[in-house]
C-alpha cells in the first residue's frame, strides 16, 4: 500500500464515529443505523475533469445535470474495494490495487468535499450483474465489518447494490464513468 492510499485510510478511521455511543445513532431512510456516517454521493460523469469541477457546485453533483445515487456511510475506499472483491471473486488487496478503486481526484486540501473514482472493474461488475446476483451479493457486503458497524441490513445492502447497479448500467451505457463525492 502506498503512502497516500495509507494517509486515506487514516483519513477514512478517523471520521468513523464511536459506535459505542447511543447518541450518535440516528435511523435514516432505508433502515440503517447513521452513526454519523459522511455522505458519499455517487454519480457518472464523462471524465475525470468534469467530476471534479463538481466540487464547485456547493451542494454536490446536481441531479439535473449528473446521475446521483447519495449514499450515506458507502465509502468508496474500503466498502466500495469489499464489494469488488465480492462481486468479483478477488481479493480485498487486488480491489484496492486495481486502477480508479478509490482514487482521490481532487486536491488532498479540501476541507469539505472530495472526488474519488470508482474502478472500471467495479463499475462493470455492477453493469452486468443480474438481479439474482446482486441479491446473493447483498448478504456477504452487509456483514463486512464496516456495514454491519453502521446498521446495514442485507436489505438495505440489496436497495444500495440495486441503485449502484443501476448507475453503473446507465453511465455505461452512456460512456461514462463512475465517480463519488466525498463530504465530510
Known sequence: MSASEDNWLDLL???EPDHRNPATTVVVSGGCDDHGMVMCEYFSAADDDVAV?????P???????????PLRGIDPVVV?????????GCSYDEATRRPRSGRL??????????IMSVSDTLQEALASATPAALAEAAG????TEELEASG???EDAG??????AGLAGRAGSDGRRMYCRWAL
Open 105 to 114: 481526484l481532487s486536491s488532498p486540501e479540501s476541507e469539505s468535499a472530495f
Open 159 to 164: 436497495q444500495s447494490l440495486a441503485q449502484l
Open 13 to 15: 478511521w478517523a471520521m
Open 59 to 69: 451542494d454536490g453533483p446536481d441531479p439535473a445535470t449528473f446521475d446521483v445515487v
Open 53 to 57: 469541477r463538481v466540487l464547485d457546485q
Open 152 to 154: 446495514y441490513t442485507s
Open 140 to 143: 456477504p457486503w452487509s456483514g
Open 80 to 88: 466500495l474495494a469489499r464489494l469488488e472483491a465480492i462481486l468479483t
